[in-house]
């Protein structure tokens, strides 16, 4: 995917957003490799035990259910209270059990069984409403799936990292929530981009927001997008974009 300084911006906030990719893309090297290969149905399971969950956790409560059932149909054919002691380390396990096998349950109904590959087949946005017609199922869980899956479909994930860094770089406004944040981000970046460019944009962001824009007290003095940031620009006093460019070429 050509990232050229020349691409032209559909609007203002398109020309931002490309500039904070490309810079955070210079400072997190892109393009980044994908950290799960799980098929889709794995990945619906994984997204949904992730919800407000530390990766270690979550990552241990999937490995856990693996071991526990043989497939995901025997997951669905248990008790809510055992899935739920399997899954004891992520953040709400008794809501997360019970919702788990429900979606599990209505993806076999839907589609006639725990195979999600059709939707490589479908336009994103297509599959993204099968998908969010599950009760649970939102906006982050379906991009999830088709991204983060061996679909590996050009849809873009927004986690809260990524949300915080769009909200204070001003991409997004101060009121715009998680949910329809998707639909904005994906509009700022041109529509023929990649699944990889893609999910390097979620990443990078999600990285940045790790990193370096914390939660309490980011780190803006050695942020590379300060130029582009109000919120950095407030905090510190503003930062010339010569002097970001010559911090991070
Ligand atoms: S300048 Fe500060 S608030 Fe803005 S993105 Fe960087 S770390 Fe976050």
């Known amino acids: 995917m050509s990232l050229a300084p020349e691409d032209p911006p559909g609007n203002a906030l398109s ?33 949904l035990l992730s919800h407000r969950t530390r990766n ?25 209270a055992e899935v739920q002691e399997t899954i004891a380390g992520v953040t709400w396990p008794e809501l997360k059990a019970p919702r ?11 589609a006639g069984g725990l195979d999600l590959g059709f939707l490589r087949d479908m336009p994103v946005p297509e599959a993204r409403a099968w998908l969010e017609a599950i009760p649970g199922i939102g906006p982050k869980t379906s991009a999830a799936v088709l991204s983060f899956s061996s679909l590996r479909m050009p849809a873009l994930p927004v986690d809260s990292h990524h ?3 769009a909200q204070r770089t001003g991409l997004i406004g101060p009121k715009v929530d998680v949910g329809p944040s998707h639909a904005i981000l994906r509009a700022q970046l041109p529509a023929e981009w990649d699944a990889q460019t893609l999910y390097d944009n979620h990443e ?5 927001g790790q990193r370096c824009c914390f939660h309490r007290n980011p780190a803006c003095g050695r942020c590379a997008v300060l130029d582009l940031c109000p919120t950095g620009q407030a905090r510190t006093g503003a930062r010339t974009a010569r002097e970001t460019v010559a911090l991070h070429p």
């Open 15 to 47: 020309g931002k957003a490309l500039a904070i990719h490309r810079r955070l893309c210079g400072v997190y090297g892109c393009p980044i490799p994908y950290f799960h290969d799980l098929d889709p149905v794995s990945e619906l399971v994984s997204s």
């Open 56 to 80: 270690a956790e979550s990552g241990r409560a999937f490995k856990a259910l693996r071991a526990r059932y043989p497939d995901w149909d025997a997951l669905i054919a248990a008790p809510a």
């Open 100 to 110: 788990i096998q429900a979606s599990l349950r209505a993806v076999r109904e839907r």
């Open 163 to 165: 949300h915080r860094v």
């Open 204 to 208: 990078v962001l999600m990285l940045h």
